[in-house]
């Protein structure tokens, strides 16, 4: 208990700080043409800001892994989507829709079950070098698949930024827990340096993915997000950890019904997504032109008969007189 309450704590302002990050990216990606490159992305203050934060939330978040394992950390990220929503909303000038409330608490109820699963002692083990190079392996083939051309790309660039996130997150506990043992190993070797340079790789691919999948719109893009992260970590820390669910066969099937929940919330963020999407950019009623312009003309007369009948000059009568 002493390891999980800085655990939680940490976690939660680390969600904030993600939040408020993720608000700023989808602010940013409204306001970017998509061929924009990257180099211009770094001479723009919004990004900037929004990589601050990034950074606030993810040092927050290796204190958390400090305390906690993976399956206890990573759930409560889903905090994240529950500030980021309102404020995303606010951001765009519109109140949050009752879809939208929908699936958030579906997804964060999901989510809260996976979190119920987990243990909460303080992580040991750590990844191997042959480990490590093999989990940066699998995501980089797994990240390519979800970022060739086609259908959502939002959502696919979404999932792929949670995977890397959380993978991020996997191996920079190896390498809090390795650099804080008191074992009296070596403070620098392969391992670690490899396992750092893994970290800064999916890190900043996470951001860049995340800055993509934002063009399209922030509740649905950030939902995926928030699950592919914990999803990818925990099962890194099951795997390969030593990691444990609580509870034996009752918590692997909260775990599946959790997971079913947070999907469900996924699905009505994104349909409420599209709407939103598709409001914002219906172009409004043209005002009709006349059928047949004519020169404006001043009529004496009935205006009745000057619009349906058309001005014929009267003959003159020449009258001979005798």
């Given at each position: 208990m002493n390891a999980t309450l800085p655990a939680v704590a940490l976690s939660l302002v680390s969600a904030g700080a993600y939040a408020a990050a993720a608000v700023a990216?989808?602010?940013?990606?409204?306001?970017?043409?998509?061929?924009?490159?990257?180099?211009?992305?770094?001479?723009?203050?919004?990004?900037?800001?929004?990589?601050?934060?990034?950074?606030?939330?993810?040092?927050?978040?290796?204190?958390?892994?400090?305390?906690?394992?993976?399956?206890?950390?990573?759930?409560?990220?889903?905090?994240?989507?529950?500030?980021?929503?309102?404020?995303?909303?606010?951001?765009a000038g519109r109140r949050v829709g009752r879809?939208?409330?929908?699936?958030?608490?579906?997804?964060?109820?999901?989510?809260?079950?996976l979190l119920l699963t987990a243990g909460g002692s303080a992580p040991?083990?750590?990844?191997?070098?042959?480990?490590?190079?093999?989990?940066?392996?699998a995501t980089m083939a797994v990240v390519a698949g979800l970022s060739r051309p086609g259908a959502r790309p939002g959502l696919r660039h979404a999932a792929a930024s949670g995977i890397t996130s959380?993978?991020?997150?996997?191996l920079t506990q190896t390498l809090t827990v390795a650099v804080t043992d008191h074992s009296g190993g070596p403070l620098f070797s392969w391992r670690l340096l490899t396992v750092a340079l893994l970290i800064s790789a999916f890190a900043m691919g996470g951001l860049l993915l995340s800055?993509?999948?934002?063009?399209?719109?922030?509740?649905?893009?950030?939902?995926?997000?928030?699950?592919?992260?914990?999803?990818?970590?925990a099962a890194?820390?099951?795997?390969?950890?030593g990691e444990r669910l609580q509870g034996g066969p009752v918590s692997l099937v909260l775990a599946l019904l959790g997971t079913a929940a947070a999907v469900r919330g996924v699905i009505l963020l994104s349909r409420a997504q599209a709407r939103n999407t598709e409001l914002a950019e219906a172009p409004e009623d043209p005002v009709p032109a006349p059928a047949d312009p004519v020169p404006a003309r001043v009529v004496i007369g009935s205006p009745r008969r000057a619009e349906t009948e058309p001005l014929v000059p009267e003959p003159l009568s020449v009258h001979a007189s005798g």
């Open positions: 990216q989808s602010r940013l990606a409204g306001r970017t043409d998509p061929s924009t490159g990257v180099l211009r992305l770094l001479g723009r203050g919004a990004w900037w800001s929004a990589v601050a934060l990034n950074a606030a939330g993810a040092l927050l978040h290796v204190a958390a892994l400090n305390y906690g394992p993976l399956t206890l950390v990573q759930p409560l990220g889903a905090l994240t989507l529950v500030v980021a929503v309102p404020l995303g909303a606010r951001a879809v939208e409330w929908r699936g958030t608490a579906l997804t964060l109820l999901g989510l809260g079950a040991h083990e750590t990844l191997t070098l042959p480990e490590a190079l093999g989990v940066g392996a959380g993978v991020a997150s996997a800055q993509t999948a934002y063009r399209g719109g922030l509740g649905a893009p950030l939902a995926v997000v928030t699950l592919a992260n914990p999803v990818a970590a890194i820390g099951l795997a390969l950890l």
